[in-house]
């Protein structure tokens, strides 16, 4: 199959593009991190009133199991509707269960507050899986080509900053207001994002194209019909196939590292919580400078794509081999602190440039009609791995003594698997760049 964006023409000046990317960024900026806080102050409440060691991973639990239920209808949803449409039903939905959720949560006590928690978190992961699937499927809609690059690494970089910013402020507000006033917070933050969202300008084509481009096929009188018409899609692109074969290994394999850090450096190594905490700081620092990197960076298209995909997976294989060197000699904490934090710094500059660079590289090649049921597929392959990986690795990580030996298995066998993937990928990607041509 040929690859085109689409036959739909959509004039966006610069100065809008430029506009637009503002707007997404302080939109992002402001509902991750009152999301984050929101998460953190979550945690804690229930840690107080419950007790339970899965305080801080219900929303672990949930997110996947509703992503991987609903991705039918939110795939064919977004590929179906006006985005601007969708978007404010969902952040309408999400304001509305917030407001419920702030009146009742109060009238439960000890466990019996995971009821209104579970009913609330199911609502948010939908919203949630609906509103980054709309965007990205919307990216055409928002900025000119040149600045695809420009509005994911900025996306990215309000993300990563949150990250940075939410734990501290998290514990400030928490013992300041507690969990009722996070509850507000996040109300006046999604209020605030929804606002900004409003005033974003969503370039769609004329009616007809419209009605052109979001047609599914005559036979399709089914959800499950309608969605296979993207699965088939994907199916004819070698390049996606190849890549959904590495993501799913990568990320499988990477539960390894988010379990195991803390694992390792307080269980087994007995530094406490200090490093634990400046490891973490270090991948956001890292995830901050990889995307105002491709900030800075023009944007090339799919120039030089496959160096860009396969040199920061091997940067990525190699950190995880080096911080399983690390766990194994002996080191005091500072030095786990200060060699950890910049090995997971260089680790995690890595995985955001990856991830930029391939949803660039989608969102360039597949069709807007087809990129919401893709993006949500994607999206949902992954993160469904991530709890088989995270039981997993729980079970093996407490059945030895030497963490760090299972990282650096990791390493070597993400180094091989890269090394399996690495010509089928070439030749994908020349493929693909030789039929655009």
């Not at 795939?75 to 407001?99: E, F, M």
């Not at 956001?284 to 995909?309: D, E, N, R, V, Y």
């Not at 940067?315 to 080191?331: C, H, K, P, R």
Request: aromatic fraction near 8%; glycine fraction near 8%; include cysteine.
């Amino acid at each position: 199959m040929a690859i085109k964006q689409s036959d739909l023409t959509i004039n966006i000046s610069n100065h809008q593009s430029s506009l637009q990317i503002f707007k997404a960024a302080a939109s992002n900026f402001i509902s991750s991190l009152s999301g984050k806080m929101f998460s953190f102050g979550l945690g804690l409440m229930l840690l107080d009133e419950t007790h339970s060691a899965i305080s801080f991973g219900i929303n672990m639990i949930i997110s996947p199991i509703v992503g991987l239920l609903c991705l039918v209808p939110i795939g064919n949803l977004i590929d179906t509707y006006p985005h601007k449409t969708i978007l404010t039903g969902s952040l309408t939905v999400r304001t509305l269960a917030l407001i419920l959720f702030a009146t009742s949560i109060n009238l439960f006590t000890t466990t019996a507050k995971l009821i209104p928690i579970v009913l609330f978190l199911i609502i948010d992961a939908i919203s949630t899986n609906i509103n980054d699937t709309c965007y990205s499927a919307a990216t055409h809609e928002l900025v000119n080509g040149p600045h695809i690059q420009r509005l994911n690494s900025l996306t990215q970089s309000a993300i990563s900053l949150s990250s940075i910013l939410s734990p501290a402020l998290g514990v400030g507000l928490y013992s300041l207001v507690g969990f009722s006033g996070f509850i507000i917070l996040e109300i006046i933050a999604t209020l605030a994002s929804f606002s900004i969202m409003l005033t974003m300008r969503f370039h769609y084509p004329s009616t007809n194209q419209l009605t052109d481009s979001r047609r599914m096929p005559a036979t399709s009188h089914s959800q499950f019909a309608t969605f296979r018409f993207g699965l088939n899609y994907m199916q004819s692109r070698t390049m996606i196939k190849i890549t959904i074969l590495l993501s799913v290994i990568l990320n499988f394999l990477y539960t390894a590292v988010t379990i195991g850090i803390p694992y390792i450096l307080k269980d087994q190594l007995h530094t406490g919580n200090g490093p634990v905490g400046l490891l973490e700081t270090g991948s956001a620092i890292g995830m901050l400078l990889g995307s105002l990197l491709l900030t800075l960076l023009p944007s090339t298209g799919q120039k030089h794509l496959f160096s860009k995909l396969i040199i920061p997976v091997l940067v990525l294989d190699s950190q995880i081999f080096l911080l399983g060197v690390l766990f194994m000699t002996a080191q005091s904490p500072a030095g786990y602190a200060l060699l950890g934090s910049l090995i997971m710094g260089i680790l995690a500059f890595a995985l955001v440039i990856l991830n930029i660079t391939f949803q660039v590289y989608l969102q360039q090649t597949v069709p807007t009609k087809l990129l919401g049921r893709v993006v949500a597929t994607l999206t949902t392959v992954n993160s469904s791995i991530m709890p088989i990986g995270t039981l997993l690795f729980t079970l093996i990580f407490q059945s030895t003594t030497r963490g760090g030996l299972i990282l650096i298995i990791n390493g070597i066998l993400l180094l091989g698997y890269t090394a399996l993937l690495w010509q089928p990928l070439h030749r994908a990607i020349r493929s693909e760049q030789s039929n655009q041509s």
